[in-house]
């Protein structure tokens, strides 16, 4: 059997996206029945010269897009990083999903060969469609929702596996 492309970004972000959605309703739970002021949680980082956790679910999103986007041969809609709130973060990750599940697997026709050039601040990264997917876009996306999921755990929230990877 043969994976596609579509199966292996939408159908592997689109779940996990769901996921973040509901550990953050988890995280307002928790942070409203003990008073915690929300912009504690979301200013929160592991170490000084990491993102705080807001910066890590905006990446999450950016990095969901983007893939899919690329990987589709369009453009990926730019979203502005100022979402300050729990909610605010919710409707972006909603805004998200809507955009990477509109996108039609036919459009990831030849993704696997598809040229993706990054251009970065301190240089560009040059893949095949393949290689973006699976040495750069999803490690990415895995990274920045693995640190929101660390971020809410050491503040004290209680998260499991199941939160994580869901059911």
């Not at 970004?9 to 942070?31: E, F, N, Q, R």
């Not at 599940?101 to 598809?114: D, P, Q, T, Y």
């Amino acid at each position: 059997m043969k994976i596609s492309m579509h199966a292996a970004s939408v159908g592997v972000y689109g779940p996990l996206l769901s996921h973040l959605d509901s550990i953050l309703d988890k995280a307002v739970a928790w942070a409203d029945a003990r008073k915690i002021d929300h912009a504690a949680l979301l200013g929160a980082r592991l170490a000084p010269d990491m993102f705080p956790l807001t910066k890590q679910v905006q990446l999450v999103s950016d990095m969901s897009k983007g893939t899919v986007a690329r990987l589709a041969g369009i453009d990926p809609p730019k979203f502005e990083d100022n979402e300050k709130t729990f909610a605010e973060l919710k409707a972006r990750i909603a805004r998200t999903l809507a955009f990477i599940n509109s996108v039609e697997a036919a459009k990831f026709e030849g993704a696997e060969e598809r040229d993706i050039v990054l251009k970065l601040t301190s240089r560009t990264l040059e893949f095949k469609g393949l290689g973006y997917l699976l040495d750069f876009g999803t490690p990415n996306v895995y990274f920045h929702y693995t640190m929101v999921y660390a971020l809410l755990r050491h503040n004290g929230l209680d998260l499991g596996k199941r939160d994580y990877v869901g059911g």
